[in-house]
């Protein structure tokens, strides 16, 4: 039966015919407007600069992250700042690893994703399946149908379905992130006040518009680099980043935003100019916005509304946090 509703993810679709590539993998679009694309021929001074700037990385994780746990204990704050400067891209993979915890839980329970993957089935199979397709399409590791992109992108949902039967697969944690919703529209009203009386008249409210930011993080329809460099932080510092971000982008475009109709507004909001997704002038601006404090108290406020209707995201996230925590405690 298993074998039934996964054999069509056995044999590999054709291989896409080779086309540019940006930096990332991505194809190559024809316009070269993009931020990206604008910030991408630096000059000798520049790349001297970056290359400086991995080496410091380098000295600061270590070989294969030895010296990670020493260095976050000893200068957290250098950590932040390095972090919210953006990761280089040459050592994004093992940061990403070494911040999120994932590495230490890969091994501390050696054997149970291959486990997962090889031996269990999900009764979310097909649904995976069937939404790979859109993941990344023009990038160049999820072309191919079924390619070893797809396959290894499979692989890891189906093992979390698995490990996780009560939430399984999901796309959307929808109770959650109704919560962030109720957040972030209470933030505009007091941040941008002129803005959230506007959206207010105009009948606009966040889940016309921020819905996909809680949801992806940013990743579906922004721009890479910037994506990135928004989870950097994201996995370092947690959803915050997110709330940040959105008002950030308001903040950036509100002398416009406040003076379109209904229909206007909701094409700007989805749309933002190509000078807004600079992340060298989003995120500076992103970071200078305090919201944690107020995020708690939101909180508060919205479970008393919804009689404590929130999943357990946050809980889980907490759980993991602590086993990070607790190895870094192990290691002195």
């Not at 991505?26 to 604008?38: D, R, T």
């Not at 966040?206 to 721009?223: C, D, E, L, R």
């Not at 209904?262 to 094409?267: G, Y």
């Amino acid at each position: 039966m298993e074998r039934k509703r996964t054999e069509e993810f056995e044999v590999p679709g054709p291989v896409p015919p080779v086309k540019p590539l940006d930096r990332f993998g991505f194809v190559k679009k024809e316009s070269n407007s993009s931020p990206e694309n604008l910030n991408k021929s630096g000059s000798a001074n520049e790349q001297e600069r970056e290359e400086r700037r991995v080496r410091k990385w380098r000295k600061m994780i270590g070989v294969g992250g030895s010296d990670w746990k020493h260095y976050v204990r000893r200068k957290p704050h250098v950590v932040r700042r390095r972090i919210r400067k953006g990761i280089p891209d040459c050592l994004r993979g093992l940061v990403w690893q070494l911040i999120s915890g994932s590495r230490d839980l890969l091994l501390m329970n050696p054997g149970v994703y291959e486990q997962l993957v090889l031996y269990e089935t999900s009764a979310s199979e097909l649904d995976i399946i069937r939404d790979i397709s859109r993941t990344f399409p023009s990038h160049v590791f999820f072309q191919q149908r079924h390619g070893p992109g797809q396959r290894s992108l499979y692989n890891v949902l189906k093992a979390y379905s698995v490990y996780d039967r009560e939430v399984g697969y999901v796309q959307v944690g929808l109770p959650l992130v109704q919560q962030y919703l109720f957040q972030f529209e209470q933030l505009v009203r007091e941040h941008l006040p002129k803005l959230g009386e506007h959206f207010t008249e105009e009948m606009i409210n966040p889940s016309m518009y921020a819905s996909q930011w809680f949801i992806t993080v940013f990743s579906y329809s922004f721009p890479f680099n910037l994506a990135l460099r928004i989870w950097d932080v994201f996995l370092h510092e947690g959803v915050q980043i997110v709330f940040q971000v959105g008002l950030a982008l308001l903040k950036y475009c509100h002398d416009d935003l406040v003076k379109l109709p209904f229909e206007k507004l909701i094409h700007a909001l989805r749309n933002f100019p190509d000078e807004a997704m600079n992340p060298d002038i989003l995120l500076p601006m992103a970071y200078s916005i305090k919201v944690s404090k107020r995020l708690e108290e939101l909180k508060v406020v919205y479970e008393k509304r919804n009689g404590k209707t929130v999943e357990s995201a946050e809980s889980r996230g907490k759980q993991v946090q602590a086993v990070k925590q607790k190895n870094t405690s192990n290691e002195q």
